[in-house]
T-cell receptor, first 113, second 110 residues
Framework: EAGVTQSPTHLIKTRGQQATLRCSPISGHTSVYWYQQALGLGLQFLLWYDEGEERNRGNFPPRFSGRQFPNYSSELNVNALELEDSALYLC???WGGGSYGYTFGSGTRLTVV | GQQLNQSPQSMFIQEGEDVSMNCTSSSIFNTWLWYKQDPGEGPVLLIALYKAGELTSNGRLTAQFGITRKDSFLNISASIPSDVGIYFCAGQGGSEKLVFGKGTKLTVNP
């Protein structure tokens, strides 16, 4: 069974540009979560999508947005990139409410120069 | 909102030593989970706990769901170099999303 896949693995953008990150959940998982991890520190919650709807949003500015498609895959868009947006962006998926845990992808390393 | 206090923030130990880390919360959780993140990778689930007082082992790892449902600990026995990484606790109350601790960074000296 394929795990959670994220693309691209690495992304280099210039300040002010837009970045699009993609995530394919495990087959059968309907929820997708996005996290930002800067400098190997803690996991900062960004967004939670379930059945195509945004269920919860973390404390991030509106230029961080996303969506979930009918096949449950998801993309995260970051507009007007700032240097401090450089981080590892992790996607996770779960079945139902996630009480059996989330399965994480390997992440997209975004570098803003 | 719900928060988890994870400690210690970092640990530097010698190979062969035992390790203990814990998480506490002011809120009650129905589920406690422990994850490990290797450098450059996503976190991987190590142990899941679903009942107050539950003690579960996975090889050299042992975790417990606190009786009060507000805490959990993870022990690693006889540490080896590949135990290096960041360990995260996570809790869930009801149908809300998981709440993650800030992580414990473990360094093992050979």
């Amino acid at each position: 069974e394929a795990g959670v896949t994220q693309s691209p693995t690495h992304l280099i953008k210039t300040r002010g540009q837009q970045a699009t990150l993609r995530c394919s959940p495990i087959s059968g998982h309907t929820s997708v979560y996005w996290y930002q991890q800067a400098l190997g520190l803690g996991l900062q919650f960004l967004l939670w999508y379930d059945e195509g709807e945004e269920r919860n949003r973390g404390n991030f500015p509106p230029r961080f947005s996303g969506r979930q498609f009918p096949n449950y895959s998801s993309e995260l868009n970051v507009n007007a990139l700032e240097l401090e947006d450089s981080a590892l962006y992790l996607c996770a998926s779960s079945w139902g409410g996630g009480s059996y845990g989330y399965t994480f992808g390997s992440g997209t390393r975004l570098t803003v120069v | 909102g719900q928060q988890l206090n994870q400690s210690p923030q970092s640990m530097f130990i010698q190979e062969g030593e035992d390790v203990s880390m814990n998480c506490t919360s002011s809120s009650i959780f129905n589920t406690w989970l422990w994850y490990k993140q290797d450098p450059g990778e996503g976190p991987v689930l190590l142990i899941a706990l679903y009942k107050a007082g539950e003690l579960t082992s996975n090889g050299r790892l042992t975790a417990q769901f606190g009786i009060t449902r507000k805490d959990s600990f993870l022990n690693i026995s006889a540490s080896i170099p590949s135990d290096v990484g960041i360990y995260f606790c996570a809790g869930q109350g009801g149908s809300e999303k998981l709440v993650f601790g800030k992580g414990t960074k473990l360094t093992v000296n050979p």
